[in-house]
């Protein structure tokens, strides 16, 4: 079975500072997917950045990039220029495979303060 | 182009009742996917449609049952309800068989069980 660890209940980051949030994971798939959701208050879950496994150039997308160790099975998120609006929920999600479903840690809640 | 569409926002039962939410997957997306988010939780996986069956189930009872249309829309159907079946149901949409690709969701239902 997955499961997926997010050690950080919660995080807070001044404005325009650089932000790191941690998680690891457990799988015994060899293909599969890492993904990084946000969930405002508002409550819909919005991609915020995918990672394939089997690449091992980390992705990025604009201020946000990650850092994959699949050896140790570890997908942190960073987010840098940290604005107001990146106040929310953060959930790392393993997903894909031969298992279509994606499995959901606990959450990271950040705070931005201005 | 439309995203996600879930219905209705909010819905509040009482235990024993029967209810039934409904989902319609973003445009071009054929497979549907069912999560139950508690409050202060990830979301748990509930069950998986493509092709109008199930494809894969998460850990929930067969109270929790699903249907999927022809026009991939979905429903999920939960019987004899309990309090603990408080909690935010999210439908996630995608298109099987392209690689690395990620689940959008919709904004949710709150069901609230008195």
């Known amino acids: 079975a997955q499961t997926v660890t997010q050690s950080q209940p919660e995080m807070s980051v001044q404005e325009a500072e650089t932000v790191t949030l941690s998680c690891t994971y457990d799988t015994s798939e060899s293909d599969y997917y890492l993904f990084w959701y946000k969930q405002p208050p508002s409550r819909q879950m919005i991609l915020v950045i995918r990672q394939e496994a089997y690449k091992q150039q980390n992705a990025t997308e604009n201020r946000f990039s990650v850092n994959f160790q699949k050896a140790a099975k570890s997908f942190s998120l960073k987010i840098s220029d940290s604005q107001l609006g990146d106040a929310a929920m953060y959930f790392c999600?393993?997903?894909?495979?031969?298992?279509?479903?994606?499995?959901f840690g606990k959450g990271t809640k950040l705070s931005v303060k201005p | 182009d439309a995203g996600v569409t879930q219905s209705p926002t909010h819905l509040i039962k009482t235990r024993g009742q029967q209810v039934t939410l409904r989902c319609s997957p973003k445009s071009g997306h054929d497979t549907v996917s069912w999560y139950q988010q508690a409050l202060g939780q990830g979301p748990q996986f509930i069950f998986q449609?493509?092709?109008?069956?199930?494809?894969q189930r998460g850990n929930f009872p067969d109270r929790f049952s699903g249907h999927q249309y022809p026009n991939y829309s979905s429903e999920l159907n939960v019987n004899a309800l309990l309090l603990g079946d408080s909690a935010l149901y999210l439908c996630a949409s995608s298109r099987t068989g392209v690689r690395n690709q990620p689940q959008h969701f919709g904004d949710g239902t709150r069901l609230s069980i008195l």
């Open positions: 449609y493509y092709e109008e069956e199930e494809r």
């Open positions: 999600a393993p997903g894909g495979g031969s298992q279509g479903n994606l499995i």
